[in-house]
């Protein structure tokens, strides 16, 4: 991102906004409410318009957000799996990630029967399972007890290790060793 300015509502969100990534970073994006990390995000996974400046972005991404993106019906191993199929990724990727945030007791299970901690393990799951180069995580920590919290640190450092990148919009302060932290402002009035 270069230069960058979203406005929503007429409030601008950040202007002047640049960000820049490569291969092994996880970058921690911190601010009150309302001072644009979903946005920044859903700007960088091309899901909402930016007013100005240049966003480019090579390699695919998987969003984890407040939408949980998993057919509430199926169990959730075959909800997962219809994901899976849709990024390309082979099994393994599925069953590994089912296995990083502790849900494979969990697999036969309708995903609508899920807790709202599960829920959240199921949707970082989801991206996991993506072999996404980058990961968009969205207060990802949210509803995670600290031995989910702990699974999910594993599962970014493995992710950069291995040459991924990770945007984290997080609330809480980095318990891992991140490449950049970047805090946003409250947005102002458009004129």
Same mark, same amino acid.
């Given at each position: 991102?270069?230069?960058?300015?979203?406005?929503?509502?007429?409030r601008?969100?950040?202007?002047?906004?640049?960000?820049?990534?490569?291969?092994?970073?996880?970058?921690?994006?911190?601010?009150?409410?309302?001072?644009?990390?979903?946005?920044?995000l859903?700007?960088?996974?091309?899901?909402?318009?930016?007013?100005?400046?240049?966003?480019?972005?090579?390699?695919?991404?998987?969003?984890s957000?407040?939408?949980?993106?998993?057919?509430?019906?199926?169990?959730?191993?075959?909800?997962?799996?219809?994901?899976?199929?849709?990024?390309?990724?082979?099994?393994?990727?599925? &069953? #590994?990630a +089912?296995?990083?945030?502790?849900?494979?007791? $969990?697999?036969?299970?309708?995903? @609508?029967?899920?807790? /709202? =901690?599960?829920?959240?393990?199921?949707?970082?799951?989801?991206?996991?399972?993506?072999g996404?180069?980058?990961?968009?995580?969205?207060?990802? &920590? #949210?509803? +995670?007890?600290?031995?989910?919290?702990?699974? $999910?640190?594993?599962?970014?450092? @493995?992710?950069?290790? /291995? =040459?991924?990148?990770?945007?984290?919009?997080?609330?809480?302060?980095?318990?891992?060793?991140?490449?950049?932290?970047?805090?946003?402002?409250?947005?102002?009035?458009?004129?």
């Amino acid at each position: 991102m270069e230069n960058v300015a979203v406005i929503r509502g007429n409030r601008i969100i950040f202007q002047g906004f640049s960000l820049s990534a490569q291969a092994n970073d996880i970058i921690w994006v911190r601010g009150a409410n309302g001072s644009g990390k979903s946005t920044l995000l859903r700007i960088v996974a091309q899901l909402l318009p930016n007013v100005s400046g240049k966003v480019s972005v090579e390699g695919n991404m998987a969003l984890s957000d407040e939408n949980l993106g998993l057919d509430s019906n199926l169990p959730l191993e075959k909800a997962l799996a219809f994901w899976a199929n849709m990024d390309g990724a082979n099994a393994d990727n599925q &069953y #590994n990630a +089912l296995a990083a945030m502790d849900l494979t007791a $969990l697999t036969d299970v309708p995903v @609508r029967y899920l807790s /709202s =901690g599960q829920r959240r393990r199921a949707s970082l799951a989801r991206v996991i399972a993506s072999g996404a180069d980058i990961w968009l995580l969205d207060e990802p &920590y #949210n509803g +995670l007890d600290s031995a989910n919290c702990a699974r $999910l640190d594993q599962a970014l450092l @493995r992710h950069a290790g /291995s =040459g991924g990148i990770a945007l984290v919009a997080a609330h809480q302060s980095p318990s891992i060793n991140v490449t950049d932290s970047i805090t946003l402002g409250t947005g102002r009035k458009a004129a």
